[in-house]
């Protein structure tokens, strides 16, 4: 019986589906899914509006979802019983986005990883489960060096004036909000860590300004500091990082982990690769 696998790997912005069928690879995106924010009623309506007709009919062996906000048993069953709607007879398995982060890096082996995207947060996995793990607070207490943080702090720094004449007038051109749109974007629509995580482009953009740099090095100076120094493994493990934020800051991430001697591994800008593999070792099905 050939197999037909779904793999999602979900953040609070987008969400990454590959579909494993007789050794192929589909690949397709929805808007990001988080139980913490949304009902079983708004993830089924994301879902049979956003996916491919012909995958929302398709019959499904095996789902695999690695999904943010999905650590809890409680939040897990409410995105599993939206899939369930539409694959009722699939075999569905929920779990958290780190623990999807952890098997893409480590695979079977031991390691600290760590997400750094619109969220961030770390953990020691020994090859099989998650030991330990450094709480992530969210964007409104933590999230040190994602997405959501560094776009609190661009807008800070907006805001208090605190940029020089060429980066608030690059800001204006770039985003053309006011402070009284981002307050209310941020104080009274939906999914303000979305609409905050989304200035972290600029930051790419203005790399080599003494500004944005020090905003850089200090964010992730603060998730070194915060997070990974609590880990007593962390001089004998090397170290992974995943997420939009860690793949185009990693030269920033090199520096720190010298800094602090720690072993540097994998970055990864997102984890479906490691995610890919490993169920396919599972499954025996091999990419064509």
Request: aromatic share 12%; net charge positive; with cysteine.
């Amino acid at each position: 019986m050939v197999q037909s696998i779904l793999i999602a790997d979900s953040g609070a912005t987008k969400t990454a589906w590959r579909l494993l069928e007789n050794g192929k690879l589909k690949d397709f995106h929805t808007s990001g899914i988080s139980p913490y924010h949304m009902s079983q009623s708004q993830i089924e309506k994301l879902i049979r509006e956003e996916f491919p007709k012909k995958i929302l009919t398709k019959s499904i062996s095996h789902v695999y979802y690695y999904g943010t906000g999905c650590k809890t048993s409680v939040k897990a069953r409410i995105v599993a019983r939206a899939l369930a709607t539409f694959y009722d007879d699939a075999k569905i398995h929920i779990t958290h986005d780190l623990m999807g982060a952890a098997i893409a890096t480590c695979g079977n082996k031991a390691g600290i990883t760590c997400i750094l995207g619109t969220g961030s947060n770390s953990c020691f996995y020994n090859g099989k489960k998650i030991v330990t793990n450094s709480p992530g607070l969210g964007y409104v207490l933590g999230d040190e060096a994602s997405g959501a943080y560094f776009g609190k702090l661009l807008v800070q720094h907006f805001l208090y004036k605190k940029f020089d004449q060429s980066l608030e007038k690059a800001f204006v051109k770039q985003f053309n909000l006011n402070k009284d749109e981002i307050l209310h974007k941020v104080y009274r629509e939906s999914f303000p860590n979305r609409f905050l995580a989304n200035f972290a482009q600029f930051l790419s953009a203005h790399r080599g300004h003494y500004i944005i740099e020090n905003i850089i090095e200090d964010g992730l100076r603060e998730f070194f500091g915060t997070h990974l120094i609590r880990y007593p493994q962390i001089e004998k493990m090397p170290v992974h990082f995943v997420g939009s934020i860690a793949f185009h800051f990693q030269d920033k991430i090199d520096e720190l982990c010298n800094v602090y001697g720690f072993h540097l591994g994998q970055i990864l800008k997102d984890p479906m690769e490691g995610l890919t593999k490993f169920h396919q070792l599972r499954s025996g099905s091999k990419k064509k």
